[in-house]
């Protein structure tokens, strides 16, 4: 049976609803950086055939990711990989006729081949590439490597061109450096390590 999903209010059942689908990077860009100021977050559960790069900078509310549901507040940092279903839901005063709230996030969305299949398989992009695997499952990540991840994004939105896409790089980077991150999907770990697992076991 397939639901056709709008927008979460507290007290759906929105883990068994189909997400959403969206696509956000023109053919024209590698990729696409967003200084997001609005009232409330996106209340739709939804998915996308791309990586996101996303920092909750001011707000508080509910995020759901796959099976895992947590309470957000800024300076949280989370790198999903495509197709994984999510929602950042503001508290219900964000959505009050009258509140002066106000929400704000940067968000990254990077296409699933980043920054090429050919280069992926490169010694140089090793460290990149492991990251983008584990992201599968959704990260969550913290520490000193965070805190300055943050700032990069911050001046990765005053960045255009060839500048830009230097910065993310150094981003991605210093993150695939990080081991200071949780996996935000249980479930969906257990069966990410398992296929490592059983491709370990082929390969020996």
Not at 30 to 41: C, N, S
């Amino acid at each position: 049976m397939s639901w056709n999903y709008s927008t979460f209010h507290p007290g759906e059942k929105i883990l068994m609803k189909t997400a959403v689908h969206k696509s956000t990077i023109p053919d024209s860009h590698i990729f696409v950086i967003r200084d997001l100021k609005e009232k409330h977050f996106d209340p739709t559960w939804h998915s996308h055939s791309e990586f996101q790069l996303f920092v909750v900078l001011e707000g508080h509310g509910t995020r759901f990711f796959g099976d895992s549901i947590k309470r957000f507040r800024p300076g949280e940092l989370i790198l999903t990989g495509p197709h994984l279903p999510h929602l950042w839901r503001s508290d219900e005063q964000y959505f009050e006729k009258n509140s002066q709230l106000k929400t704000r996030g940067i968000v990254v969305y990077l296409p699933e081949q980043f920054p090429g299949e050919q280069l992926l398989q490169k010694q140089e992009m090793v460290t990149i590439k492991k990251l983008f695997q584990k992201s599968m499952v959704g990260l969550d990540f913290y520490g000193e490597k965070k805190l300055q991840a943050i700032s990069m994004l911050e001046e990765l939105t005053k960045l255009n061109g060839l500048d830009g896409l230097i910065q993310l790089l150094k981003i991605l980077q210093l993150l695939a450096e990080s081991k200071q991150y949780h996996y935000l999907s249980y479930f969906l770990q257990r069966s990410f390590q398992a296929r490592r697992n059983r491709s370990y076991q082929y390969c020996v």
